[in-house]
């Protein structure tokens, strides 16, 4: 998923294959240089196909689920992008204004 070019492979790729927070298989683990990081799991547990646990350090850490692949990466990718606007948007805003963006994040994902 490299797209994105603040993202790096999170501890050099070396997740990839391990278990993740939800119990399943790490397929993709990124960090932004900035601060934050985001996993995409697969064949979690209680059945669930796909989870992406998402943080931006110091702040929030965030779990939301798919049901298959497609919806997984787009999920994935449109999640990055917020992250990126967050940690932008953390840097300028009060603690009032980043408690909003938080919000507004959970609740969209």
């Known amino acids: 998923m490299g797209e994105f070019r603040m993202w790096i492979n999170y501890q050099n790729g070396s997740t990839i294959g391990e278990s993740g927070t939800e119990n399943g298989n790490i397929i993709f683990d990124e960090e932004h240089v900035d601060g934050a990081r985001i996993t995409l799991e697969?064949?979690?547990?209680?059945?669930?196909?796909?989870?992406i646990t998402s943080g931006?350090?110091?702040?929030?850490?965030?779990?939301?689920?798919?049901?298959d692949k497609i919806e997984a990466t787009l999920k994935y990718n449109k999640m990055k992008l917020c992250i990126e606007?967050?940690?932008?948007f953390c840097k300028l805003a009060g603690e009032t204004e980043m408690s909003s963006w938080v919000e507004q994040f959970c609740n969209q994902y």
């Open 56 to 67: 931006i350090y110091g702040g929030i850490v965030h779990t939301t689920f798919a049901s």
């Open 42 to 51: 697969q064949n979690c547990h209680q059945n669930i196909p796909f989870a």
């Open 85 to 88: 606007e967050g940690l932008g």
